[in-house]
T-cell receptor, first 111, second 116 residues
C-alpha cells in the first residue's frame, strides 16, 4: 500500500520568503503526482500535475520536482504571499487515477 | 465553466439513519471518484467510476457504503445505518477518461456529514 509522508506538517513564514514543501512516497510505481491546495472549509484545488516521466513542472511562482526512483517530490513557492496560506497536499496517482494523499503541510504566510 | 458540484453542503443526521450524498461531475468527464476526509485520517479513496465499466469499490470501508452513477453522469453515495465514525467531509472528483496520465482530478467543495 502506498504511504505518503509530508514534511513539515506546519510552516509559518513572513511574506516574501520562499517555501519548500516535501513529499515522500513508498511505492514508486506511480503514473503521476499532483499537488493540491485546500483552503479551510473548501474542496481541493489542483496546483500542478507531474507525469511520471517528467522531472519538474512549473506554473507561475510554483515549481514542483519529482524524483520517482527515490520516491520524492518537492513543491517550491517563490516569494510567498498571505494568499498562499492554505494546506498543501501531495498525491501520487496510481492505476486508474486513484490518488493516495499525504496528511498535508499547513502553511501560514504572515504580512 | 461549471465545476464539480456536491449536495448537500452540510448534513447532520442521527446514528442509525441512512444518508445520500450527491455529486455532479464536470460535463464530459467520464471518470468520477469519491474520497473521504476525516479528522486525523487524512483523505482516503472510496470508490471510482469510469464510464460504463464496473466501479472500483476497493476503498469502501464497509458494506454500509454504496455508490451508483446513473447515466454516466450524476453519482450518489449512500451510507446506511450511519455511525459516528462516518462523520467526515465527503469529496467528489472528476476527470477525463483514464488511463491517461495527463488527467487532473477536479474536486467539488465536499459534503460535511455529522452523525450525532
Amino acid at each position: 500500500k502506498q504511504e505518503v509522508t509530508q514534511i513539515p506538517a506546519a510552516l509559518s513564514v513572513p511574506e516574501g520568503e520562499n517555501l519548500v514543501l516535501n513529499c515522500s512516497f513508498t511505492d514508486s510505481a506511480i503514473y503521476n503526482l499532483q499537488w493540491f491546495r485546500q483552503d479551510p472549509g473548501k474542496g481541493l484545488t489542483s496546483l500542478l500535475l507531474i507525469q511520471s516521466s517528467q522531472r519538474e513542472q512549473t506554473s507561475g511562482r510554483l515549481n514542483a520536482s519529482l524524483d520517482k526512483s527515490s520516491g520524492r517530490s518537492t513543491l517550491y513557492i517563490a516569494a510567498s504571499q498571505p494568499g498562499d496560506s492554505a494546506t498543501y497536499l501531495c498525491a501520487p496517482g496510481g492505476s486508474w487515477g486513484k490518488l493516495q494523499f499525504g496528511a498535508g503541510t499547513q502553511v501560514v504566510v504572515t504580512p | 465553466g461549471a465545476g464539480v458540484s456536491q449536495s448537500p453542503s452540510n448534513k447532520v443526521t442521527e446514528k442509525g439513519k441512512d444518508v445520500e450524498l450527491r455529486c455532479d461531475p464536470i460535463s464530459g468527464h467520464t471518470a468520477l471518484y469519491w474520497y473521504r476526509q476525516s479528522l486525523g485520517q487524512g483523505l482516503e479513496f472510496l470508490i471510482y467510476f469510469q464510464g460504463n465499466s464496473a466501479p472500483d469499490k476497493s476503498g469502501l470501508p464497509s458494506d454500509r457504503f454504496s455508490a451508483e452513477r446513473t447515466g454516466g453522469s450524476v453519482s450518489t453515495l449512500t451510507i446506511q445505518r450511519t455511525q459516528q465514525e462516518d462523520s467526515a467531509v465527503y469529496l467528489c472528483a472528476s476527470s477525463l477518461p483514464v488511463p491517461a496520465t495527463t488527467d487532473t482530478q477536479y474536486f467539488g467543495p465536499g459534503t460535511r456529514l455529522t452523525v450525532l
